[in-house]
């Protein structure tokens, strides 16, 4: 009889071990990618276009003329769609990673895209994003925010913001006058009324101190570790961006940016947001988006990818760990 029971065992257990690994990988271990070459987002990329009021001022396309690598490239566009140009509205061509793929708050991964301004790129006082972090919001949530990393646009210049809860200041100016920060410190735009506050964290070389004025205020909520290399200027061809995000609103958080190869910035400490009715997972999203405006605007974008190894997203450079 124990003969037979021990032959049972030896029979059963290999299956039970090739059941377990049948079992989905967890998002965060997945390795998406997306050349944009086909007439349709890739199903290896887990990218789709969101439908809402907003999205509706925006357009894709997958076409063949303007590409980084391959033979195809995203066109997203958007143009004047708000019923008024001082009413909150917004108007977006995002592109979203597939909530079932979203990455938990507290994990580290990696994301790469390539992105190249049309003619003409705007250069008006004006909020433009190109690409952006944020964390999932529970229905029901009391509160509109930020992302925690986005890449940012404003009269023609490229930057990054980082946002996390209010915290003091290290020190205040007046308003609309850019902070003068001492070591260790980070200009920051302080927003109590609403529990947040931006950070900025990079600019291309063109930005003037002037550009920032929003930014009045010092922090030691984060620190920067700028590694000499300025943002690409808009105007300066593909854009090819590898950034490693790990939100930590309670100090532990940790981002990384590099641009066509070159290390920008490292940031670590107080990351993201942790009020009530946020969720659990951070999530991606691409393309033109920018308060209400009067005019058309066109990004490229190729090579999207995402994994939680540095060495299949920079493909050209040094990775930092």
């Known amino acids: 009889m124990l003969r037979v029971v021990l032959l049972a065992a030896i029979f059963i257990l290999p299956g039970v071990a090739g059941a377990q690994s049948s079992q989905p990988q967890p998002p965060a271990e997945r390795k998406l990618v997306d050349g944009f070459d086909g ?8 990218l789709y276009y969101r439908e809402n009021f907003e999205q509706s001022a925006g357009s894709v396309e997958f076409q063949s003329l303007v590409k980084r690598t391959g033979t195809g490239g995203l066109k997203l566009s958007v143009v004047p769609h708000c019923p008024s140009l001082n009413d909150g509205c917004s108007e977006r061509a995002e ?21 190249k301004f049309d003619d003409p790129i705007p250069n008006g006082d004006h909020r433009y994003l190109i690409a952006q972090w944020k964390r999932e919001i529970d229905p029901g949530a009391d509160g509109d925010f930020s992302p925690f990393l986005a890449l940012r646009m404003d009269l023609g210049k490229l930057f990054a913001t980082v946002e996390t809860n209010y915290l003091p200041p290290a020190s205040t100016g007046p308003d609309n006058v850019p902070a003068r920060c001492g070591a260790g410190e980070t200009p920051v735009w302080l927003r109590p009324d609403v529990n947040q506050m931006r950070i900025l964290v990079a600019a291309d070389s063109n930005w003037e101190p002037e550009d920032g004025s929003l930014f009045n205020s010092c922090t030691t909520a984060v620190r920067v570790t700028n590694h000499g290399n300025p943002l690409p200027h808009p ?13 930590g609103p309670d100090g532990t958080g940790h981002i990384e940016l590099y641009a066509n ?6 940031v670590k400490g107080h990351i993201g947001h942790a009020d009530k009715g946020l969720g659990e997972n951070q999530y991606f999203k691409f393309g033109p988006y920018r308060a209400a405006d009067t ?4 990004l490229y974008y190729d090579d999207f990818r995402r994994s939680p190894f540095c060495t299949d997203v920079l493909t050209n450079g040094t990775c930092p760990f």
């Open 39 to 46: 007439k349709d987002f890739a199903p290896e990329g887990g």
């Open 95 to 115: 592109i979203w990673e597939k909530t079932e793929l979203r990455v938990p708050y507290d994990e580290g991964v990696w994301y790469g895209f390539a992105v």
């Open 235 to 247: 105007d300066s061809g593909w854009i090819d961006f590898a950034v490693y995000t790990k939100p």
């Open 261 to 266: 190869g070159k290390p920008i910035v490292t």
């Open 295 to 298: 005019t058309d605007w066109t």
